[in-house]
């Protein structure tokens, strides 16, 4: 039933001082878009929840872990312009989240959050984007990917890395959904019901773009993409594991 | 047996007498602080353009005895100076009470090890940086108008546990940008927090005998936000100055001696050992209506 | 390790026959796949220096610090999972401000140390939590002079009954670092994570116990034990994180600090000319490593 004695719980290091469980739920982040349902009842997941005013995350895993997060990330957010009178850092709560993780990762009784998230927005320090995983770590990117087969839209994010520092609000959301383009598989595409875009920025509100909002972006970013197609598309396919 | 349900358990009356409810709880309610023991006197306050003046006098009095001298404003960070009347243990308290928060504020301040702050400057003798009151870490995170809200939340909190601390507070200083214009410059900021958790803001404050003798004159000298702008700072300094001679004069609970403060975008300025100068009683001489004179 | 699989390493706080417990000991491997983390105690200051492996390309470049300050004066730099650093840290904060709060004082390096060895030993007594799987330095400048207690009024007998001892030293600098056991030790100069083995030995070789290097000596040595330490995992990028704290007249003030950028980047410029002079001198060393 198991594939090893060492990987029942979040207490136990195996031989070689890893902790199965919690790479487990790391693979719950991985089954991503799976939680995504497209059947024509129900409406996609959304994916996208702003948190504050000033910014928002986005989830690949389990969409209900995601809420007891965002709810502690918006409790903890209300609390900071309550009694300081000022925004909460986006390393402040993103660092919060990560310290609880990590306490689902050390006692017996607990399991790890099977989620990932993309904490953007703007603070007092400018622009940021941190990366929360379920083991508890957290880091601050320059542009990221998580969920199903992302490997392929980090690959387009590395590729175009230098241009982000310089490039308008316009020109980071066509990455963004090019990145996200990549990510699909073969038969599908973008359209505006199963993409959500959230921007946050100096001046400017976190704010969810959904539906028809997103027309405008879809058609011109995959005109463009017609036009200038990837040549090396096909040799990063190998890349995804 | 007793079939009321509020008699189950209890010793029956019949055989050992009612109950005596003494027993069961103290007969005088739980107190806290009734009223402060070592108090300082007024804080006063003014913004004018481009900063704000604070000023209070080092007396420490318990009753209408002359105690000791105390550090009446304190400096919270480059952003922030604090002014405190009223019970002085308790701004002892509430002094430790912030240096716990300035070093949490240092931690995240920078993401790791504290990032310095802007300005790193500051001549701090090697004693006051042991004392570490000097919260430089904090520069980042906490202006005045950030500092003044948590205290507001604090002093409302205890004056809700029934247990207040007994300080009328004066938080002057510099504000943080809004959120939507990140890059304006530091506007002046100066508000009051008292006991009850009540806060507001003018411009200009004054706690304790203050609020009556110094009050009406920096009213005078800056009626509303519009006159702030047009005072600058030793206009500002001079009314203060004034202000803490009218106090000495009249205030039987002050001292010719104390702190000023001024808070500009360069930074905080406090001298802790000003004087009263140029002082003249001949006014003395014009008061009728008390104590033992006759005509 | 004849007796995984004998089934006595599979719970915590269980011992085996030959008296070992194996979560404890598997927690140390997690610390052994971590960056190299270093310590290093000056004669008037504490270097701490990391091996931060870049494992993105799309990581914030000198964002994501990873050695922390406790109080004020004092950090801590930890090898092994990183968010287990995270909770020892926070742990350690928390007992600073225990101790000031009790003591209106800031808490020695020794006594942390001590707090925070007990705190983690404590992780390894119940089958209900797991070890920390991180390796931790603590390194500490305790204040040289006297730190008055706030409010108080006059300083007390100046020797004697109730006072100071004569001619007795106060603070200095403090090096302590503390393993998945809870076993700590102080230490003149301290190793932990995957090249600790090479790291350790260029460490011997300062000869730090005669207390001659000096603060900037021990910065340079830090970022060139780094380099050295990250020789065995060359093709792998890295970027080096350095804090240090000093005496009151130093350069950090007492306070625990990063070093400033300018300051590093000479010791790293060092630190990448002194290796490649290895290269040219002996060769064979180097092979060596690599066989291992």
Not at chain 1, 41 to 55: E, N, R, T, W
Request: net charge negative; aromatic share 8%.
């Amino acid at each position: 039933m198991f594939r090893n004695n060492y990987d029942n719980d979040s207490v136990t290091f195996s031989p070689q001082g890893r902790i199965f469980q919690v790479e487990y739920a790391q693979e719950a982040v991985k089954q991503g878009s799976v939680v995504r349902n497209a059947e024509e009842l129900s409406s996609y997941q959304k994916k996208i929840i702003p948190i504050d005013s000033h910014y928002g995350v986005a989830l690949a895993g389990l969409a209900s872990d995601a809420r007891v997060l965002s709810n502690f990330m918006k409790q903890q957010s209300l609390a900071s312009r309550l009694t300081y009178d000022r925004p909460i850092l986006l390393s402040e709560i993103t660092h919060r989240i990560g310290d609880r993780a990590q306490t689902n990762t050390q006692h017996y009784g607990k399991r790890p959050y099977g989620v990932g998230l993309l904490i953007a927005g703007v603070d007092a320090k400018g622009p940021h984007l941190f990366e929360f995983q379920p083991s508890g770590v957290t880091q601050e990117m320059v542009a990221c990917g998580i969920g199903a087969r992302s490997q392929m839209a980090r690959t387009y994010l590395e590729r175009n890395l230098e241009q982000f520092a310089e490039a308008s609000r316009e020109e980071l959301v066509k990455h963004a959904l090019r990145a996200l383009k990549e990510s699909l598989s073969q038969d599908k595409e973008l359209t505006v019901d199963n993409t959500s875009v959230g921007v946050g920025g100096v001046k400017e509100d976190f704010k969810l773009y959904e539906g028809q909002e997103l027309s405008g972006w879809l058609e011109t970013t995959f005109e463009n993409m017609n036009t200038a197609p990837e040549p090396e598309a096909g040799e990063s396919m190998e890349v995804d594991s | 047996m007793n079939h009321l349900p509020q008699a189950w358990g209890r010793p029956r009356d019949d055989i050992y007498g009612a109950y005596n409810h003494a027993h069961l709880a103290p007969s005088h309610p739980t107190t806290h602080t009734q009223s402060p023991i070592v108090t300082g006197t007024s804080v006063i306050a003014l913004k004018f353009r481009g900063g704000v003046v604070i000023a209070a006098d080092n007396l420490a009095s318990y009753g209408s005895l002359a105690l000791h001298r105390r550090e009446a404003a304190e400096k919270f960070n480059d952003k922030a100076v604090l002014g405190f009347g009223g019970d002085v243990s308790d701004m002892q308290y509430l002094d430790r009470y912030l240096n716990a928060l300035a070093i949490r504020e240092n931690y995240s301040s920078g993401s790791g090890a504290g990032e310095k702050a802007s300005s790193t400057s500051t001549d701090a003798s090697e004693e006051e940086r042991a004392e570490s009151l000097d919260n430089e870490g904090a520069g980042t995170g906490m202006a005045a108008n950030n500092l003044h809200k948590y205290l507001q939340k604090l002093l409302y909190r205890r004056r809700s546990d029934f247990n207040p601390l007994w300080n009328h507070i004066l938080i002057a200083g510099l504000s943080s940008p809004p959120p939507n214009a990140p890059d304006a410059s530091p506007q002046p900021f100066l508000k009051s927090v008292d006991l009850l958790g009540t806060a507001f803001g003018a411009p200009s404050l004054a706690t304790g005998f203050g609020a009556h003798l110094a009050q009406p004159i920096l009213r005078r000298v800056v009626p509303d936000e519009e006159a702030v702008k047009k005072i600058d700072e030793a206009t500002a300094v001079e009314a203060i100055r004034e202000c803490m001679k009218v106090l000495w004069y009249r205030d039987a609970r002050s001292l010719d001696r104390y702190s000023l403060a001024v808070v500009t975008k360069e930074g905080v300025r406090l001298s802790e050992d000003e004087r009263v100068e140029g002082q003249s009683w001949e006014f003395a001489e014009g008061i009728r209506g008390y104590g033992t004179q006759v005509v | 390790m004849t007796s995984i699989g004998t089934g006595y390493d599979l719970s915590n706080s269980v011992f085996s026959p030959d008296g070992r417990n194996f979560q404890v000991e598997y927690a140390m491997k997690a610390v052994e796949n971590g960056g190299t983390a270093i310590g290093i105690r000056c004669k008037d200051g504490v270097v701490l220096a990391l091996e931060k492996l870049v494992t993105s390309k799309l990581l914030k470049p000198g964002a994501n610090k990873r050695i922390s300050t406790v109080d004020r004066n004092m950090g801590v730099v930890s090898a092994g999972l990183t968010p287990d650093g995270r909770h020892f840290v926070s742990r350690a904060r928390d007992e600073a401000a225990q101790w000031r709060s009790l003591y209106k004082a800031p808490i020695p390096t020794a006594a942390l140390a001590n707090r925070m060895g007990s705190y983690v030993q404590a992780y390894t007594l119940y089958s209900s939590v797991r070890p920390f799987g991180v390796t931790a330095i603590i390194g500490g400048w305790d204040s040289e002079v006297e730190v008055p207690v706030d409010g108080q009024v006059g300083a007390g007998p100046a020797v004697g009954a109730g006072g100071k001892k004569e001619g007795e030293k106060h603070g200095g600098p403090y090096l302590y670092m503390i393993e998945p056991s809870g076993l700590y030790w102080g230490y003149y100069g301290a190793a932990t994570g995957k090249g600790r083995q090479a790291a350790k030995s260029e460490l011997e070789k300062l000869d730090l116990a005669a207390g001659n290097l000096t603060l900037e000596e021990g910065v340079k040595e830090a970022a060139r034990i780094i380099y050295v330490a990250h020789e065995d995992s060359k093709d792998k990028e890295f970027e080096l994180e350095m804090t240090w704290v000093s005496s009151l007249s130093g350069p950090t003030k007492g306070r625990h600090e990063e070093v400033p950028q300018k300051l590093r980047e000479e010791a790293e410029r060092l630190a990448k000319k002194s290796l490649e002079g290895d290269d040219d001198e002996d060769d064979k060393p180097e092979g060596e490593k690599m066989e291992e």
